[in-house]
């Protein structure tokens, strides 16, 4: 099966601009996950999303970030707009459902300069 | 406050060796996954442990669950360069299975 896509692989942005980056999950995965990876760390859930609806945005800096999964399928995730300390590999992940094993994407590198 | 602790935090060892990494916890997991990252890649998983006690082995990666399920281990027999990378552990915590609880990682490095 083909695995979750991500786009862009890379990023590099100056502070205050904005960057979108898209998602698109294995097929009939119904929850899909967007994380924050600091290099040489865990990854930290930004938003959860199961289907359509979000699950858990509790460290989604809202601020600033914003996710949305309009049609239960792909999703996008944006940042408005990005700060030096929002360089990091951003992760996304989808699963056939809750309390299964994750499938991740590549990932989408960031670089805020 | 981390809920799932991994040690080491840095492993360099040569090829041919053995090693064990471990993931540990005050509280109990209902279930729990390692995942291996290579560099510029994503979490691969690589196993689901849910019995307490559970064994499971992958080739030459031997998992276990600890038998009150708040602990984890990874043992590697013969590491080679290829083993090279993130090791993470992660688990859904007993109280609230809905949100996957990440260690932060054991980063590890087998020389040739």
């Known amino acids: 099966e083909a695995g979750v896509a991500q786009s862009p692989r890379y990023k590099i942005i100056e502070k205050r601009q904005s960057v979108a980056f898209w998602c698109n999950p294995i097929?009939?995965?119904?929850?899909l996950y967007w994380y924050q990876q600091i290099l040489g760390q865990g990854p930290k859930l930004l938003i959860q999303?199961?289907?359509?609806?979000?699950?858990?945005d509790s460290q989604l800096p809202k601020d600033r970030f914003s996710a949305e999964r309009l049609k239960g399928v792909d999703s996008t995730l944006k940042i408005q707009p990005a700060k030096l300390e929002d360089s990091a590999v951003y992760l996304c992940?989808?699963?056939?459902?809750?309390?299964?094993?994750?499938?991740f994407g590549s990932g989408t590198r960031l670089t805020v300069v | 406050t981390q809920l799932l602790e991994q040690s080491p935090q840095f492993l360099s060892i040569q090829e041919g060796e053995n090693l064990t990494v471990y993931c540990n916890s005050s509280s109990v997991f209902s279930s729990l996954q390692w995942y291996r990252q290579e560099p510029g890649e994503g979490p691969v998983l690589l196993v689901t442990v849910v019995t307490g006690g559970e064994v499971k082995k992958l080739k030459r990666l031997t998992f276990q669950f600890g038998d009150a399920r708040k602990d984890s281990s990874l043992h590697i027999t013969a590491a080679q360069p290829g083993d090279t990378g993130l090791y993470l552990c992660a688990g859904f915590n007993a109280g609230n299975n809905r949100k996957l609880i990440w260690g932060l990682g054991t980063s590890l490095a087998v020389n040739p």
């Open positions: 097929s009939g995965h119904a929850t």
């Open positions: 992940a989808s699963s056939v459902g809750l309390n299964y094993g994750y499938t």
């Open positions: 999303f199961q289907n359509n609806g979000v699950v858990d």
